[in-house]
């Protein structure tokens, strides 16, 4: 072997593989150690730029769906995506000076339990971070499989959906009828387009506002009901009166006002619509939402559309509401029918004492 270097260069390549060849031969464990080495580091090589791909893969999945989400709520999904991979358990946290939320999760290997695994994480601190101390523990799990369910199948991540179904939802439901329910609920609102901008848009609002309380059970309890109107609501028939006027709590004080169609709505127009809304005031309703359903056919306005628009121009006129969001969207109603719908978000005006007085003098015909 002392003429090795000699022989490669005389001789080139060929002489090289015969000293390799040579060299494997006569040390087989140092032969063996240094291709365990070898591997090793290939292996750690091909690892890390397959975390870093997966890494910059989710995290592009998971931040367009939030800034998506935020569009239409705003506040809902407030923060970014860091995923990392770790040995441990799987766990987020978040990072408040760079408003972004790191998810550590373990590498199950395979994508679609990867992107599962961390947008469960992420959810648990970046979905209505305002509310989630002050909710039940069932309601947060199925405000995340819902969320969750709506990234995979917005991107259409089928493989990543069966797995959830299958393998995630289970254990998470197991010995969790309330779980169940609230997910069900959520699916409900969801398709009829109340999930996102009802239900997480109070919910954010409802945190805001007691955010510096301590939470206790009734917080809950209030989110819970006030989930179970929505969801009263958006599973009546469309000639069924709403089952109660509205959610009246201690902090979310929210009613849906149905424009309806017929001889009524053409004979009285605004008005029935208009003192309905002095009346939510008086009772001591602090916002409501203009709701009408359209026709099936997209992009068409009817006039109970039309007449939404209308009353919420003359609440705003006459100092009785602010008009907050204009929401139109299609979505699918107790019947399996999908329709134009228009949702106007209203704040309620409330009377001061000289109004009040004058409302007693001179009372609405």
Same mark, same amino acid.
């Given at each position: 072997?002392?003429?090795?270097?000699?022989?490669?260069?005389?001789f080139g390549p060929w002489a090289l593989l015969v000293v390799v060849i040579a060299f494997v031969f006569t040390n087989p464990e140092r032969t063996e150690r240094l291709a365990g080495?070898?591997?090793?580091?290939?292996?750690?090589?091909?690892?890390?730029?397959?975390?870093?791909?997966?890494?910059?893969?989710?995290?592009?999945?998971?931040?367009?769906?939030?800034?998506?989400m935020d569009t239409e709520v705003g506040g809902c999904i407030p923060y970014n995506v860091?995923?990392?991979?770790?040995?441990?358990?799987?766990?987020?946290?978040?990072q408040p000076n760079e408003e972004t939320v790191?998810?550590?999760?373990?590498?199950?290997?395979?994508?679609?339990?990867n992107i599962v695994h961390a947008m469960l994480a992420f959810c648990t601190v970046g979905v209505i971070p305002q509310a989630r101390c002050f909710l039940q523990e069932v309601m947060n799990s199925a405000i995340d499989l819902t969320i969750t369910r709506k990234l995979l199948n917005s991107q259409k991540h089928y493989g990543a959906l069966h797995y959830l179904y299958n393998e995630v939802v289970p254990g998470c439901l197991q010995g969790k009828p309330d779980l169940d329910r609230f997910c069900r609920i959520f699916d409900t609102l969801d398709e009829d387009g109340l999930f996102t901008?009802?239900?997480?848009?109070?919910?954010?609002d409802f945190g805001a506002r007691i955010e510096t309380r301590y939470p206790e059970e009734s917080h809950g309890v209030e989110a819970a009901q006030f989930v179970d109107y929505v969801h009263d609501v958006a599973t009546r028939e469309a000639h069924e009166d709403s089952p109660s006027v509205g959610h009246l709590g201690?902090?979310?004080?929210?009613?849906? *006002?149905?424009?309806?169609?017929?001889?009524?709505?053409? =004979? +009285?127009?605004?008005?029935?619509?208009?003192?309905?809304?002095?009346?939510?005031?008086?009772l001591g309703y602090e916002k409501a939402y203009l709701a009408a359903r359209g026709s099936a056919h997209r992009g068409e306005i009817t006039a109970s559309m039309e007449?939404?628009?209308? *009353?919420a121009e003359h609440a705003?006129?006459?100092?009785? =509401? +602010?008009?907050?969001?204009?929401?139109?969207?299609?979505?699918?109603?107790?019947?399996?029918?999908?329709?134009?719908?228009?949702?106007?978000?209203?704040?309620?005006?409330r009377l001061t004492r000289s109004d009040s007085t004058q409302a007693a003098l001179f009372p609405n015909p």
């Open positions: 072997m002392t003429d090795a270097p000699q022989s490669v260069l005389t080495w070898g591997l090793g580091f290939l292996s750690w090589l091909s690892k890390g730029f397959r975390h870093r791909s997966i890494k910059a893969t989710i995290q592009g999945q998971i931040n367009t769906f939030a800034r998506s860091r995923l990392d991979f770790v040995t441990e358990v799987d766990r987020a946290e978040l790191i998810v550590r999760i373990r590498d199950r290997l395979h994508d679609d339990r901008r009802v239900v997480l848009a109070e919910m954010r201690r902090y979310i004080r929210t009613a849906f *006002v149905f424009i309806g169609s017929g001889t009524r709505m053409a =004979a +009285e127009g605004e008005a029935p619509y208009m003192n309905h809304l002095r009346w939510l005031r008086d007449m939404a628009q209308l *009353v705003q006129r006459s100092s009785l =509401a +602010e008009r907050g969001r204009t929401m139109r969207y299609s979505a699918t109603d107790p019947q399996g029918t999908s329709r134009e719908h228009i949702l106007i978000e209203l704040t309620i005006i």
